[in-house]
């Protein structure tokens, strides 16, 4: 397979989220992690898939081992390096013996560009850098290697010596690189800078043997997507990035950004058409790999991009989805959601509770008297668009379509110190609670009473204890429920101690998440609210494929 | 005072956090955390503060109403509405009177450009939407209102009609608009095309009675910063922004980033020089009181935006901070930081204790063992910034200048739900708690040992009250004390209930505020712990006007 920029519409992706994305503060990655990313990013289409620094550390190399084993079925996977140390040849360096050993057809090598670099970085002299370019390719392609160039600190480097930067372009082209990327390694570049230093290193294309160009952007100064877009529409041909936008400091340029923006309005090809629709698919599930909350406000991706929450816009986007929405959600395998809160107009209502199953009439005095309570509740302290399940059983209540699975009738929880505690020796490092909560509930569940008890780390935890010991006896499917997150905010934090607190609690089945609301100004009886709700919700039985018209009668009567 | 473009390179900041920014999905403000917000902003700098949308709901009127009690010292307070309804006379429309009555000098109308959005959205004809803006601020400037005119959609509306779009802005121009702001309020447009057509708009300057132009970007194609770099570029002279990007969607273009491109790269005046250093700060109490974690990974005022992983980097950047950074921190009140390094932090630790009246020397192993501690309690989850009279206590600790004037020994607290409970039946509407706590404390005070109990709404207000009746009889001034705040944050919310929760409190006698931070798996341990050192801080004696020198022996002395 032969990776081209063969068209004047086509841009080459080369993703880096296993290396530079890894540089991320708090995110780190086992080799099962990488394998699994990697194989991710087969599957949605990437061309080049930047594994690491084999050689770096043993992470690395035991990743391009096994990556031997289970090969990639569409991307090139390539190992990322420096030049060969100063002083020596690039046949001694251990560091090249690795990377060869990593058994890739592609290795990306990054080199000093920047004068200052070299001098006060590396303490070395301007044409010892350039030597260690130039044997660096070389030997690489001696050994068969095709090799992408990437010329670290780029944009800051020709600001501050161009000649000598072009110089270590010049070298690279000459030693046999197929790409060279320049790189905003510091991120402090702005667009138009990026232009016209992209457009003054593409008027020197003669002298690089008419090499396509690659851009690698950093997000230090918020534009690092229109930084790499600049890029691409002065001539550049290879896109880096990461996938949300992961990366050191402020992070990479976002992939999940850049593909829609450079497929979906710049009219160039990254992806095939069709896998396109798997991006918001891909990102959700790399964030699940890492670990990381997938933040909901992500361009194209995010849980929010397609939100509409104002009133005017819901009944706008009903009508014309234009007037909302700058491309069409599906395009990216995203979809359009109605948020509901007190701004919220009928329609939004209407909207959401059709995706509970029920259809009502804008006219229905029902809708209102929804919408009364919301706005009632909200006053109250609850925010139900963050609690659609809690939302969901308030709209069932109020049309009659609720069936409390159990009913709990009282608690009791009481939280107390161990024997040999003391304010005053407390070692708040000590992993363990010194204190111990223990939680007594009495449940009727199906016309059965039962009493039962748990303990816990903390108030909230032994309730959900003991609420599971009654009701998994008649549901068990409660086993593979669990708590997944778990919010409080002090609504009037002025009031001290008696002020509000709303508490929000996730809860996952391994498949599916939801999340419910308690507000209350005891923050056990919120918690205990949220609990009762989440577990509640789950025993709903599954959504009916056909929703209940509710506009033809008074009663409930299905859509046929 | 005259807010102004009067010089070429001056910019305009206009911040809607309040309005736009409050349409974040799982942000709600309060009519208190608005005024808050509000004051933050006007010491930041930021000359427009757009406030809300009176009359949209209670909570916006009732903010407006506060403002007027308490007014900004520099910002001009605005008022955010749309155009008149159609087909009836501006006078009449009760929105445009609630408008009136929120007393602001400058309002912002915002008004349709699209005709998709006039004919489809409004329903209504592309003549009378014409008469709504021209009627809607002539009513506006008759009742003595200065006039900011938001050109909503305005590049998707130019792109399909660059003819009737600019006609809505003449139309606004001519009816006394001083300012004409450009929306891209779908956030669909890339730089390049903000840059394009905002040029077309201002070569038709002549017909726009030269107003300045404003804009107003949404970043969901990833290029909300840029797009508004650009306008300035093409020759806009007001950017409107929020705070951390909060908004809808994917948020608004982000002040945070904006400020410092358009400041330290681009050479404009946004902020008086001086201020620009708050920006961190600024940006991290907002956070606060919206109660969203910072995005540590945010360009410029990110926990991790200059922070830098061992090896090259660091002593690369030691050497030379230009070769990693593409800005000095401290020039918008960031700070760098060594990841994995022992020498951070070690003057912060210095002036931070001089404050409380211990003064060391750098060398002082004491030094290193509070800077350690520090880093062993930031781990563990504890955050001083915020909670500056624990972390004075903790130096107390460690220099043997701590006197515990109590010490709690155990404590129980159980929460317990009256008898007509039901979880089926619960009002969340009822006002008073249908549970309630009580705790129970023993503490020994100068030797004598006291146990007492008391009652309330929660686990917290039962445990201070119990502490304060047997403080009382040896310390009647805690009778002043009272707490004025409580926060509550779950650390590592993927655990669920097991997750660590760190509570700070804040405390007040009526003069002076102090904050205490706890941290444990116990949220009622947690609690309690922050609850012991807000009282024993109140205890301690008034800071003595010598500060102890612990330069020149061994044992503590006074400074002569």
Known sequence: MEIKSDHPTRVILYDTTLRDGAQREGLSLSVQDKLQIAKLLDRLGIPFIEGGWPGANPKDVQFFWQMREEPLTQAELVAFCST??????????????????????????????????????????????????????????????RVIYDAEHWFDAYRHNPDYALQTLVTAAEAGAEWLVLCDTNGGSLPHEIAQITAAVLAESHHLRHLPLGIHTHNDSGTAVANALAAVQAGVRMVQGTINGYGERCGNADLCSLIPNLQLKLGYTCLPEEKLQHLTEISRSISEVVNLAPDDHAPFVGLSAFAHKGGIHVSAVQ????????????????????????????????????????V???????????????????????????????????????????????????FNISTTTRSDWSSKDWDPTGGEADV???????????????????????????????????????????????????????????????????????????????????VSTNIIEASCRALVEGLEYSLLPPSSPLPIDYRSSATATRVS
């Open 84 to 145: 060969r140390r100063p002083g020596r040849t690039a046949a001694e360096d251990p560091m090249l013996q690795a990377i060869l050993a990593a058994g890739t057809r592609y290795v990306t090598v990054f080199g000093k560009s920047w004068d200052l670099h070299v001098t006060q970085g590396l303490g070395t002299s301007l044409e010892e850098n350039l030597a260690m370019i130039r044997e660096t390719l070389t030997y690489l392609g001696s050994q068969g290697r």
């Open 319 to 358: 009508k014309n989805p234009l007037t909302y929405e700058h491309i069409a959600p599906e395009q990216v395998g995203n979809c359009r959601r109605v948020v509901v809160s007190e701004q919220s107009g009928l329609s939004n209502i209407l909207s959401k509770i059709a995706g509970f199953g029920f």
């Open 360 to 410: 009502l009439d804008k006219s229905d005095p029902q809708v209102r008297s929804i919408l009364e309570r919301l706005k009632t509740l909200e006053l109250e302290g609850y925010q139900f668009e963050a609690a659609e399940a809690s939302f969901e059983l308030m709209v069932r209540e109020l049309l009659g379509q609720r069936s409390h699975p159990f009913e709990m009738l009282s």
């Open 436 to 518: 111990q909560s223990l939680a007594a509930v009495k449940i009727v569940v199906q016309g059965q009473t039962r009493v039962t008890a748990a303990e816990g780390n903390g108030p909230v935890a032994a309730l959900d204890g003991a609420l599971r010991k009654a009701l998994l006896e008649f549901y068990p499917q409660i086993e593979q429920i669990h708590l997944s997150d778990y919010k409080v905010r002090i609504l009037n934090g002025q009031a001290g101690t008696s002020a509000k607190t709303r508490v929000l609690v996730e809860f996952s089945d391994g498949h599916h998440r939801w999340t419910t609301v308690g």
